[in-house]
């Protein structure tokens, strides 16, 4: 029996048939996971090789300056936000000859093993062997010492409260925005002394809690003691609630039962995809991206009830609520993988989105929700393609109604201006009118006040982000039968046409009346980051992003043909300076292929973008380029930031052999199969089974292909061809097939979708 998320209340007892068939099989999902993935970055952000149960509220990683770092900031109790740091360190210590204690210990580490259920390693040299396993709101450490000490255990928590009594310890952590995060704790053995460190850094036994900065409770344990046991409790309502948290869910100190859980629920959930690989490593590189889908968004519902920082209230809930989502990255593939597989937890999350919106001084959808609210991060608005994807994929068991007033109300009244909470001022009037963001002039200075002192106006990357979201607002609209709206919001769909130069085919800034900024280079100009035009990446990549109308983006662009040389050579111009210049200006802009960026979300769409134009072949070979070329199962093998599941939901889809180009559209577009055979169980249960006939390293050109035994010659298919579950079937081959998907018919749709 183990816990599983359930509708209603947080977690019920359900027995998994995985359990004994999958714990000692070699081959199982999760023993395929290699958290280490991509933990040495290319240049910015690296990932982070978390223990956590899927979509858990409580997440762990090592505490360190890098991964080639040898020592540990302590022992990690929670993590609070994706990349965030630890809330609450435990150190244990020798306190032999010592009479002075540190807060915190930094702790030298040697033969650490990393799984998405368990974390192993030896402390000081040898002298400590520490074992971990989560569950969902509780967690268990095993700490067992080699050598004779006179062991001790110090919990500090940064800012906030302590207290100890006995065996048993209380903290409180102070987060942003008034949230706090409260910690229980037992330890198995009474400890001889307690006490809070003083400002001396002695243990005082006359004070049993303090509250401040750096406070620590120090508790001493007999000497010789070989084996110290600590469970524990986290939650965001209460300490009380912690407590409760730990009863549900951990009854003893039984480390390797609450392992052999976390171990199956794992499988389950990594186990929704099947794949037979051509080598392990491609089934590490799937599985290990699966498993980064479910770092988050968190489930932080507790008994019923859970803190929203939306509002700063404990709320009742008849649903789970989910935090802890970076929209902007994961409304791309995470979202649409999360609607093949798990329907009512999308559901759910879909719901919470709405719930923050009602919650907030604003009834405007959130754009970055994290456990401490939301920071209205990146530029644009969309959670409204998940909205608009989940429903006409045909998700209904959340309030679309209210999504779609919270969407319209973030995209009208609250500013476009990027990293900002402010209400729409001059910047949105201007764009309501003349239909884009107007760039400044040269040495013009900045006077909208709502526009970020770093992040500018990125007035390309939000005129053409907008027209999308608008987009997607247009087919709620119509879905909901709200004709004037859907009509008005087709229209400004079409807005990226009013920032394209049709001498350059490129989107360029225009400043306020109505001119575009020359002279203009397309690789550097924008300042850092190209925020000044653009938001990370330069204008080689923000000319694809029309996700919605690729067919207007070729008419524009001339044609088919030019459509293709402009795609190639986007792929092939150099970057024109030197890395480090290049990198010094562009530091998301990693995982170069010419001025493709495989390292950042605006790129994940282009590769499959030669299917719109007749050539899917090209798709086949750059996408098998690109995925072996920047995702590696090794220690650098992630090309940039990952964003907790925004870049590994493209591993994930890609290697299947599909792609959803345009979230707000039921359909997919083919690429090429990465694995001999692919089994997807969807969220009804049913399978869909994908089979790549000849496939080898090199034969992964597209012959020919079936769908439930029916020949098929489109580069795309629908989302209805395969929510019932079937078949897809490719031939492959050595050469490019150039026929196979290149004919005007069998190019994906656009704009609205089409049956035909």
């Not at 006409?392 to 999504?403: C, M, N, P, Q, Y």
């Not at 495989?598 to 994940?604: D, G, V, W």
């Amino acid at each position: 029996m183990i816990a599983i998320l359930k509708k209603g209340r947080l977690y019920i007892l359900a027995m998994l048939c995985v359990g004994c068939a999958t714990r000692n099989k070699i081959d199982s999902p999760v023993d395929q996971v290699n958290p280490y993935m991509g933990n040495i970055s290319h240049l910015l952000v690296p990932t982070y090789p978390t223990i956590h149960l899927p979509n858990s509220m409580l997440r762990v990683y090592p505490e360190r300056q890098d991964f080639t770092t040898d020592q540990l900031y302590g022992l990690p109790m929670i993590v609070t936000s994706h990349r965030g740091r630890s809330a609450f360190n435990l150190s244990p210590v020798d306190r032999t000859d010592k009479t002075h204690f540190n807060n915190v210990y930094s702790l030298d580490y040697d033969n650490e093993v990393i799984k998405p259920y368990l974390y192993t390693s030896n402390l000081q040299n040898g002298d400590i062997d520490v074992k971990y396993a989560p569950s969902h709101q509780s967690a268990l450490y095993e700490i067992r010492f080699r050598k004779r000490y006179a062991p001790s255990l110090i919990l500090n928590t940064q800012s906030g409260t302590i207290s100890v009594s006995g065996n048993k310890i209380k903290a409180s952590q102070n987060l942003d925005n008034k949230t706090i995060v409260y910690l229980y704790a037992e330890v198995n053995q009474q400890p001889l002394q307690v006490g809070i460190r003083n400002d001396q850094g002695q243990l005082d036994d006359q004070v049993t809690s303090k509250s401040g900065d750096q406070v620590a409770a120090i508790l001493h344990f007999e000497p010789g003691l070989e084996l110290l046991k600590i469970r524990y409790g986290i939650s965001f309502i209460s300490v009380e609630q912690a407590e409760l948290n730990l009863r549900r869910e951990i009854k003893d100190y039984n480390l390797e039962l609450l392992a052999n859980k976390g171990r199956d629920l794992w499988n389950y959930a990594l186990g929704k995809i099947q794949v037979k690989g051509l080598s392990k490593d491609d089934e590490a590189l799937f599985y290990s991206s699966v498993y980064r889908c479910y770092e988050r968004p968190v489930n932080i519902s507790e008994d019923g009830r859970y803190f929203s920082a939306f509002d700063g209230q404990v709320h009742t809930d008849e649903r789970p609520f989910y935090t802890d989502d970076w929209i902007w990255d994961t409304y791309r593939a995470t979202h649409p993988l999360r609607l093949l597989i798990d329907q009512e937890v999308e559901s759910d999350i879909i719901q919470s989105y709405v719930r923050m919106a009602e919650q907030m001084d604003q009834f405007w959808l959130p754009t970055f929700p994290e456990i401490t609210g939301d920071s209205r991060r990146m530029n644009s608005n969309h959670g409204v393609a998940t909205i608009a994807d989940a429903y006409v994929k045909g998700l209904r068991s959340f309030d679309v109604e209210k999504a779609y007033q919270s969407a319209k109300g973030a995209i009208e009244n609250k500013t476009l201006a990027p990293w900002s909470a402010q209400p729409a001022g001059w910047l949105d009037d201007f764009y309501k009118t003349h239909g884009y963001i107007p760039a400044l002039k040269p040495g013009e200075a900045e006077t909208v006040p709502e526009v970020h002192h770093f992040e500018k106006r990125q007035p390309i990357a939000v005129t053409l982000g907008t027209s999308y979201d608008e987009w997607c607002l247009a087919q709620l609209a119509s879905q909901l039968g709200k004709k004037e709206d859907h009509e008005k919001y087709g229209k400004h769909a079409l807005n990226y046409r009013n920032v394209f130069n049709s001498k350059t085919s490129f989107f360029h800034p225009k400043d306020k009346d109505g001119n575009f900024i020359e002279p203009f280079d397309y690789r550097y100009d924008g300042g850092q980051g190209a925020r000044e035009y653009y938001g990370e990446n330069n204008g080689w990549v923000y000319r694809w992003d029309v996700p919605h109308h690729i067919a207007d983006l070729i008419d524009l662009m001339g044609g088919r043909n030019k459509f293709i040389e402009n795609l190639d050579q986007t792929f092939r111009e150099p970057l024109g300076k030197s890395k480090f210049e290049f990198y010094s200006q562009l530091p998301d802009h990693t995982g170069n292929v010419g001025q493709f960026s495989m390292a950042n979300e605006p790129s994940l769409h282009v590769p499959y973008l030669y299917n719109y134009a007749g050539q899917p072949w090209k798709s086949q070979k750059r996408i098998h380029q690109l995925v072996h070329q920047w995702f590696r199962n090794d220690l650098m093998g992630m090309p940039g930031d990952e964003d907790g599941g925004g870049m590994s939901a493209f591993v994930v889809f890609t290697m299947l052999g599909f792609y959803p180009v345009t979230p707000g559209m039921p359909i997919y577009v083919i690429g090429t199969p990465f694995f001999n055979e692919s089994q997807i169980t969807l969220s009804d249960g049913k399978k869909l089974t994908i089979k790549a006939q000849n496939l080898s390293k090199q034969n992964k050109y597209i012959q020919s292909a079936k769908i439930n035994g029916k020949d098929w010659s489109k580069a795309w298919f629908a989302h209805d061809d395969i929510v019932n579950g079937g078949l897809i079937e490719f031939v492959m081959g050595p050469y490019p097939n150039k026929e196979w998907g290149a004919k005007m018919k069998d190019a994906p749709p656009s704009f609205k979708y089409r049956v035909d």
